[in-house]
């Protein structure tokens, strides 16, 4: 398949400090990328998006950075809380106007007091 | 306004049976995309369905088959189920093409025994 993830890569982190999860995509005429946040049993919630043309988007407590050169993306997360604590994927939306996500290894952040 | 909403929430089949899950959108949303997760992984795009069409499909046999209803709802079928197909099955929709973000449901937990 696409998506890699045999290996969850974890990330701990102290309650208010600031976390950052790192992210390789796959193809660099990709146009489209969205940080997602999955909770145990849950279905991925949507966080943050950024489209190519950019190359640093914030929402609230949150800020997406994107390296097109590198073909990195980075998701921020300032004040970390413990409700915070979740594995996060970043997806690509596939190349070619199609509309398939491709995901990629998912990060899991830990948060403690 | 609801969310995406999906059922069972839960499942437990043998192999060689088949399955149906449901999935209904994201008020608004006319796309709705399938994906399967097995554990630890991401997200693993199946199809995607547009105006009652198939409109992309990702690499998975033609065991699984889908169908999109006029009101946008969607089924995914899989059929002669294997051990492997074990796994969480997301539905995700979207407000038409070019897609934006995709906003998942909280997926069928389907367990093959």
């Known amino acids: 398949g696409e998506s890699v993830g045999l290996h969850l890569p974890t990330l701990s982190v102290q309650e208010g400090d600031n976390s950052i999860i790192n992210c390789a995509y796959s193809n660099s005429a990709s146009d489209y990328f969205i940080w997602y946040k999955q909770e145990s049993g849950k279905g991925p919630q949507f966080i943050i998006d950024?489209?190519?043309?950019?190359d640093k988007r914030q929402g609230q407590r949150v800020t997406v950075l994107l390296n097109k050169t590198v073909k990195h993306l980075s998701l921020q997360i300032a004040a970390t809380q413990p409700g915070d604590s979740a594995v996060y994927f970043c997806?690509?939306?596939?190349?070619?106007?199609?509309?398939?996500?491709?995901f990629g290894t998912g990060t899991r952040l830990q948060v403690f007091p | 306004d609801a969310g995406v909403t999906q059922s069972p929430t839960h499942l437990i089949k043998t192999r060689g049976q088949q399955v149906t899950l449901r999935c209904s959108p994201k008020?608004?949303?006319?796309?709705v995309s399938w994906y399967q997760q097995a554990l630890g992984q991401g997200p693993q795009f199946i199809f995607q369905?547009?105006?009652?069409?198939?409109?992309q499909r990702g690499n998975f046999p033609d065991r699984f088959s889908g169908h999109q209803f006029p009101n946008y709802s969607s089924e995914l079928n899989v059929n002669a189920l294997l051990l492997g197909d074990s796994a969480l099955y997301l539905c995700a929709s979207s407000p038409g093409h070019p897609v934006g973000s995709q906003y998942f449901g909280p997926g069928t937990r389907l367990l093959v025994l």
């Open positions: 997806a690509e939306l596939g190349v070619g106007n199609t509309d398939k996500l491709i």
């Open positions: 008020s608004g949303h006319d796309t």
């Open positions: 369905y547009y105006e009652e069409e198939e409109r």
């Open positions: 950024i489209r190519s043309n950019m």
